[in-house]
C-alpha cells in the first residue's frame, strides 16, 4: 500500500511539475490555471473520455480552450481541477455572433491600401471624450473603432480612472477643421455625432502595465445609425480569419499632433507589416512583457510629431473589406525601427461576442 500511494505521489509530483512548464490562463470559471495540451490536463482529460457528455461540459471544455492555440494541431486548454461550470445555465456566457454586422455592412470597401498621406478617415473610428477636474470634456489621446449599432472597442487602459471620466465618444470625425466647427459641443455637427457612455466593460484579467488582456468595450447610451461617415469594422471571424501570417500586411491609424493642445490632433494612415514575436522581444524590454495576445508591428519610418493612438486600430484589407487585427495597447511614439504593440483581436474576438448585448 505504501509502495502505491509513493508512486501516486511521484505521478502528482512530476505532474505539477510538467503543468508549471506552461503559461498562465483564466478559465470560464475565470480560475487561474496553465494552458497545456489537452491529454496533460488529467480534468478535463477525464470528461473528454465519458461515454456521454453533457450540454454543460461540452460548451465548458470547447470554452477552456486555448484561442492562442487554435490554429495548432494540438489542442491545448487552459487546465485548473475544474470540469464544468460552476454556475447554473443561465449564467454562462453564450458567444453572440447575431449582433455583429456581416460584410456587407462592415469594413467599408470605399478606402484601399496604399495612399501613406493624411486622409479623411475610416468611418469607424472613434475618439473617446473624458470630463476633466475642471468639467470640461477633453480628448485624451485615446481611440476606439465601432463593431456594431451600440458597441466601441478600445483597450481597457483608455477605460481607467487614470486618463479621466469617459463620458462620450465622437464618431464621424475625420479632420481639425470639423472639430473646430463643431466645438459648442452639439451632439450632431457637419456628419460628425457625439453620443453619451452608458456603460464599460473591462476584461477580468486586466492589470495595468504590459498586460495581455488589454481590451474593453463602451456600450453607447443609444444605438448609432450607419452613414458614410459612420460604419463599422469587420471582426476577424466575420471572413474567417483565424491566424495572420507572420509577415502580414497591415494598415494603422493615429492621431498626429504637430502642437499642442490634444484637441488639434489630425488622423494619420500608415502601412505596416506584421512581425513575429521572437523578433518583437528581442526589441522590446523586459522581454516577458510579450504574450500570445500580443501582435506586433512595424510603423511608419519617419514621423513629423508625436502619435497618439491607444485603442486605435491595426486593419488588414481581406476579401474587400478592412478587418480589426490589432488594438493599439501600448500606444505608438516615433521611435525608428521599434516594433508597435497591438492587443490580438483574434485571440480576445470570442470575449468580444460573449460580452456584447442587444
Same mark, same amino acid.
Given at each position: 500500500?505504501k509502495?502505491?500511494?509513493?508512486?501516486?505521489?511521484c505521478?502528482?509530483?512530476n505532474?505539477?511539475q510538467a503543468i508549471?512548464?506552461?503559461?498562465?490562463?483564466?478559465?470560464?470559471?475565470q480560475?487561474?490555471g496553465?494552458?497545456?495540451?489537452?491529454?496533460?490536463?488529467?480534468?478535463?482529460?477525464?470528461?473528454?473520455?465519458?461515454?456521454?457528455?453533457?450540454?454543460?461540459?461540452?460548451?465548458?471544455?470547447?470554452?477552456?480552450?486555448?484561442?492562442?492555440?487554435?490554429?495548432?494541431?494540438t489542442?491545448?486548454a487552459?487546465?485548473?481541477?475544474?470540469k464544468?461550470?460552476?454556475?447554473?445555465?443561465d449564467?454562462?456566457?453564450?458567444e453572440?455572433s447575431?449582433l455583429?454586422?456581416?460584410?456587407?455592412?462592415?469594413?467599408?470597401d470605399q478606402?484601399?491600401?496604399?495612399?501613406?498621406?493624411?486622409?479623411?478617415?475610416?468611418?469607424?473610428?472613434?475618439v473617446?471624450?473624458?470630463?476633466?477636474?475642471?468639467?470640461?470634456?477633453?480628448?485624451?489621446?485615446c481611440?476606439g473603432?465601432?463593431?456594431?449599432?451600440?458597441?466601441?472597442?478600445?483597450?481597457?487602459r483608455?477605460?481607467s480612472?487614470?486618463f479621466g471620466?469617459?463620458?462620450?465618444?465622437?464618431l464621424?470625425?475625420?479632420?481639425?477643421?470639423a472639430a473646430?466647427? =463643431?466645438?459648442? *459641443?452639439?451632439? @450632431?455637427?457637419n %456628419?460628425m &455625432?457625439?453620443?453619451?457612455?452608458e456603460d464599460?466593460?473591462?476584461?477580468?484579467?486586466?492589470?495595468?502595465?504590459?498586460s495581455?488582456?488589454?481590451?474593453g468595450?463602451?456600450?453607447?447610451?443609444?444605438?448609432?445609425?450607419?452613414?458614410?461617415?459612420?460604419?463599422?469594422?469587420?471582426?476577424?471571424?466575420?471572413?474567417?480569419?483565424?491566424?495572420w501570417?507572420?509577415?502580414?500586411?497591415?494598415?494603422?491609424?493615429?492621431?498626429r499632433?504637430?502642437?499642442t493642445?490634444?484637441?488639434?490632433l489630425?488622423?494619420?494612415k500608415?502601412?505596416?507589416?506584421?512581425?513575429d514575436?521572437?523578433?518583437c522581444?528581442s526589441?522590446?524590454?523586459?522581454?516577458?512583457?510579450?504574450?500570445?495576445?500580443h501582435? =506586433?508591428a512595424n *510603423?511608419?519610418k @519617419?514621423?513629423? %510629431?508625436c &502619435?497618439?493612438?491607444?485603442?486605435?486600430?491595426?486593419m488588414?484589407?481581406q476579401e474587400?473589406?478592412?478587418?480589426l487585427?490589432?488594438?493599439?495597447?501600448?500606444?505608438?511614439?516615433?521611435?525608428p525601427?521599434?516594433?508597435?504593440?497591438?492587443t490580438n483581436?483574434i485571440?480576445?474576438e470570442?470575449?468580444?461576442?460573449?460580452?456584447?448585448?442587444?
Amino acid at each position: 500500500m505504501k509502495v502505491i500511494a509513493a508512486v501516486l505521489l511521484c505521478i502528482l509530483i512530476n505532474y505539477n511539475q510538467a503543468i508549471l512548464r506552461y503559461k498562465t490562463c483564466w478559465n470560464p470559471n475565470q480560475t487561474e490555471g496553465r494552458c497545456v495540451p489537452i491529454k496533460l490536463c488529467l480534468p478535463l482529460h477525464s470528461v473528454l473520455v465519458k461515454s456521454n457528455l453533457t450540454q454543460s461540459e461540452i460548451e465548458f471544455i470547447r470554452n477552456s480552450r486555448c484561442e492562442s492555440d487554435q490554429s495548432n494541431e494540438t489542442i491545448f486548454a487552459c487546465c485548473t481541477t475544474d470540469k464544468d461550470y460552476n454556475r447554473t445555465p443561465d449564467q454562462i456566457p453564450r458567444e453572440d455572433s447575431s449582433l455583429l454586422p456581416d460584410r456587407s455592412i462592415c469594413g467599408g470597401d470605399q478606402l484601399v491600401p496604399g495612399n501613406k498621406t493624411i486622409f479623411s478617415g475610416f468611418p469607424w473610428l472613434v475618439v473617446l471624450q473624458y470630463r476633466i477636474s475642471s468639467g470640461e470634456i477633453k480628448k485624451n489621446g485615446c481611440m476606439g473603432s465601432l463593431i456594431n449599432h451600440r458597441y466601441v472597442l478600445t483597450v481597457a487602459r483608455c477605460l481607467s480612472k487614470s486618463f479621466g471620466n469617459l463620458v462620450s465618444v465622437q464618431l464621424g470625425e475625420h479632420g481639425t477643421s470639423a472639430a473646430e466647427d =463643431c466645438r459648442n *459641443g452639439s451632439l @450632431e455637427c457637419n %456628419g460628425m &455625432l457625439r453620443v453619451e457612455v452608458e456603460d464599460i466593460h473591462i476584461h477580468v484579467n486586466f492589470t495595468r502595465g504590459f498586460s495581455e488582456y488589454d481590451i474593453g468595450l463602451i456600450r453607447l447610451e443609444r444605438e448609432v445609425a450607419y452613414t458614410p461617415n459612420i460604419r463599422p469594422v469587420c471582426l476577424p471571424s466575420t471572413v474567417g480569419v483565424q491566424h495572420w501570417e507572420v509577415h502580414e500586411e497591415f494598415t494603422g491609424a493615429a492621431w498626429r499632433a504637430n502642437q499642442t493642445p490634444i484637441d488639434s490632433l489630425v488622423q494619420l494612415k500608415f502601412e505596416a507589416t506584421g512581425v513575429d514575436l521572437d523578433s518583437c522581444r528581442s526589441e522590446i524590454l523586459p522581454l516577458d512583457t510579450l504574450h500570445e495576445s500580443h501582435l =506586433c508591428a512595424n *510603423g511608419p519610418k @519617419e514621423v513629423d %510629431g508625436c &502619435l497618439w493612438s491607444f485603442g486605435g486600430p491595426l486593419m488588414a484589407f481581406q476579401e474587400g473589406v478592412w478587418v480589426l487585427g490589432g488594438i493599439a495597447t501600448f500606444g505608438l511614439a516615433s521611435i525608428p525601427k521599434k516594433p508597435y504593440i497591438y492587443t490580438n483581436v483574434i485571440y480576445i474576438e470570442s470575449w468580444i461576442k460573449q460580452t456584447i448585448r442587444p
